[in-house]
């Protein structure tokens, strides 16, 4: 069974750090490219930070300096290190991979809608992050 499992979630004062963890099973992780979304209440679905399976890395402009996806192929694992978290960063973070061909990182709509998600292979239940002043 494919599956991915976030942890790491909470809540954190501005200015604090958070690191979100997301280990993956029933595919080869080494394989696949691997990164986090986000969606605030009223908002989105919105691509924060992922890294490919080539090693190559994208991050959204509003995350850029602070925060950092890596990853540990040998734990099937992805990594969000999240600092200098803002209010605006309070969200659901969701974990997603994609293996094979075909996915699409960039389709719109709700993170939990059937549709975005059909867009990529695996999907984590999301963690949610609290940012408080």
């Known amino acids: 069974e494919v599956q991915l499992v976030e942890s790491g979630g909470g809540s954190v004062q501005a200015g604090g750090s958070l690191r979100l963890t997301c280990t993956a099973s029933g595919f080869n992780f080494d394989s696949s490219d691997a990164g986090w979304y986000r969606q605030a209440p009223g908002n989105e679905c919105e691509l924060v930070s992922m890294?490919?399976?080539?090693?190559?890395?994208y991050s959204a402009d509003s995350v850029k300096g602070r925060f950092t996806v890596s990853r540990d192929n040998a734990k099937a694992t992805v990594y969000l290190q999240m600092n200098s978290l803002k209010l605006i960063d309070t969200a659901v973070y969701y974990c997603a991979a994609d293996y094979g061909v075909g996915g699409n990182w960039n389709a719109k709509g709700p993170c939990s809608d059937a549709g975005l998600r059909g867009y990529l292979k695996a999907w984590g239940p999301g963690t949610p992050v609290t940012v408080s002043s």
């Open positions: 890294m490919n399976r080539d090693g190559s890395t």
